[in-house]
């Protein structure tokens, strides 16, 4: 069975964007289309296709990324029926909502391009720049759209001056929008040069004419602008340009989407998802500008056996490598798990070798989706997207491959989780529901934690926000019909030390028979971030929170007991030492100690390191930590000081200020124990006209009055 499509004709993108942006209206646009479906959904209708579950749909928010296959033919395609003229779009539309950034970060791993949406009156906001940050180490290509220009207060200027400014210097205007906000009536292409309008049922007719009188002057100076941007990025065609040549159009596209490909340029295009305006052209620039697998670096792995770095190109000859990078529990096949293909193919019903575990599963079927409905494919090739079905063993960020050229790939990193509740079943009927249900959520989400609390027993669930636990409880009740009490949130807060200390542990136990003897020295200090480039010594067990150094000469803990040592060290770490709270950032090492011929055992050594991890921990300052949120506040400009004043009284620092259309925006960095029922007392403060975001920034250590109504809470 061969390739029904190209790998030149393939685009693999994500639709971007801050929250309530127009990320899935335009999406359902895209879908309309490219002829996927034939009514488009509204998102405050609730009957939008790509979010498709019950809570996304109540709530009018993307929770989930969705994946979508579909086919389009550009605009000026004259035979627009032809194969030969197609293009297939794998698209995942992600949330914008900070609590679900798993999603984003996820999807840009396994994506190829983006295309990232703003708010026409808004501009750039807060998760359009941690989006956008998340683009920026995945290194992905992007095309920005500026949407919403019929909304009242909406400017295209500011909105690219915004992205100028807090984004990225290499944005760049491919169009002017022909009026704004309930005049917007259509785009100028400052490259053809050509106005575009959008007539007939959805907007399905884009009418090319000639350029409005009073947008000419405009357009010109724009168009010599964009044109000297591309030429910077050719030398020939740039020494041709200032020899006065005018570059053909062929040449400009092709210079264009090189720079595109390499992060140099980011083209910005506008228009309105809503009114059907726009959204043609940006696929136009997705065929055009993008990158198709065949343009993408090959993807870097290890091998397993080795150590060594090995390539894998988008080609189907080359042996089998994918990353599993979502897993969905479906409510008709089972679990699902959601597959990029780097390289070869893989056929429904054949083994794969999980290079992460080191075990082989079957692979039963393999499926495309257009969000929560199935196609069902016998074979995936190189560069596509895809979804299996039965795979048990498979978690997010593990590698599939051919067995006898194993490769493993560089994981997904996460972020912590920085609240959690305790959570307790209502019946004993739900006791074993609520487990297989908080496991399956676990891995399709890995920002949800489960733990159980050491002293009392209870169950705590952790994840990024109020929402986002909220939305899991929900999903609970409705997927897996467990009922449960639901606690208060409470913060995740962390421990560390301040300073350098030793200590000794020591356990011995004398019984009648064999006794227990376990010795170590230990010496801990506060550990510097994680140093990517600096090479990893034999001895050391490096984390991004954790370091174990083996420093023992002469054998004087025997091998065997190390491992022990260490794991005694993370339990300790685990129980916390100032309020039963995980310790970070620590570097341990076992620089001395001594053992039994008889009476030493696993068990022993572990002990001792428990207790002088924890004599250590008392010596070396231990501090507790709090996770400190980057918040911005939206609101009008009679209402400032109030929320100024509010913030700080929440011992925030407020960092700054701009204007926001009419509005205000505040930036400011609030602990997020202050920050629980921020929204209700936030509306009774402005009447209800102010809106907020908020994101995890940074760990700061608590100021003692604050740590000690902490501690004395906890006993």
Known sequence: MNRDYPLEKLRNFGIIAHIDAGKTTTSERVLYYTGSQHKIGEVHEGETTTDWMEQERERGITITAAA???????????????????????????????????????????LDGAVVVFDGVAGVEPQSE??????????????????????????????????????????????????????????????????????????????????????????????????????????????????????????????????????????????????????????????????????MPAVKGTDPKTGEEVLRHADDAEPFTALAFKLQADPFVGQLTFFRVYSGTIEAGSYIYNSSTGTKERLGRIVRLQANEREEVKKVFAGEIAAAVGLKDTRTSHTLCDEANPIILETIKFPEPVISLRIEPKTKADQEKMGMAMKKLADEDPTFKVSTDAETSETLIAGMGELHLEILVDRMKREFGVEANVGKPQVAYRETITQEAEAEGKYIKQTGGKGQYGHVRLRIKPLEPVNPDKKQAKNVTREEHFEFINSIKGGVVPNEFIGPVEK????????????????????????????????????????????????????????????????????????????????????????????????????????????????????????????????????????????????????
């Not at 068990?603 to 991890?613: C, D, L, Q």
């Open 68 to 110: 979508i296959t579909c086919f389009w033919t550009k605009t000026n395609e004259p035979d627009k029926k032809s194969l030969d003229k197609k293009y297939r779009f794998n698209i995942i539309d992600t949330p914008g909502h900070i609590d679900f950034t798993v999603e984003v970060k996820r999807s840009m791993r396994v």
């Open 130 to 295: 941690t989006n956008w940050r998340y683009a920026d180490e995945a290194q992905v290509p992007r095309v920005c759209f500026i949407n919403k220009m019929d909304r009242t207060g909406a400017s295209f200027e500011k909105s690219y001056a915004s992205i100028l400014d807090r984004l990225t210097k290499y944005a760049v205007r491919m169009q002017l929008p022909i009026g704004a906000e309930g005049d917007f009536d259509g785009v100028v292409d400052l490259l053809t040069m050509k106005a575009y309008k959008f007539e007939g049922e959805m907007g399905s007719n884009v009418i090319e004419y000639d350029i409005p009188e009073n947008l000419k002057a405009d357009a010109a100076k724009y168009h010599a602008e964009l044109v000297e941007k591309i030429v910077e990025h050719d030398d020939e065609l740039m020494t041709a340009y200032l020899d006065g040549k005018e570059p053909t159009m062929e040449q400009l596209k092709a210079t264009l989407r090189k720079a595109v490909i390499a992060n140099k340029i980011f083209p910005v295009y506008t228009g309105s998802a809503l009114k059907n305006k726009g959204v043609q052209l940006v696929l136009d620039a997705v065929v055009d500008l993008l990158p198709s697998p065949l343009d």
């Open 568 to 715: 005694g060290v993370r339990e300790a770490m685990e129980r916390g030492f100032v309020a039963g709270f995980k310790m970070v950032d620590i570097s341990v090492e076992l620089y001395d100690g001594s053992y039994h011929d008889v009476d030493s055992s696993e068990i022993a050594f572990k002990i001792a390191a428990s207790m002088g991890f924890q004599e250590a921990a008392q010596r070396a300052k231990a501090v507790l930590l709090e996770p400190i949120m980057k918040v911005e506040v939206v609101v009008p400009e009679k209402f400032m000081g109030d929320i100024t004043g509010s913030l700080n009284s929440k011992r925030g620092q407020i960092e700054g200020m701009e204007e926001r259309g009419l509005a205000r925006a505040i930036k400011a960095k609030v602990p997020l124990s202050e920050m629980f029922g921020y929204t209700t007392a936030l509306r009774s403060m402005t009447e209800g006209r102010a809106s907020f975001t908020m994101e995890f920034d940074h760990y700061e250590i608590v100021p003692p009055n604050v740590a000690a109504t902490i501690v004395a809470g906890r006993k």
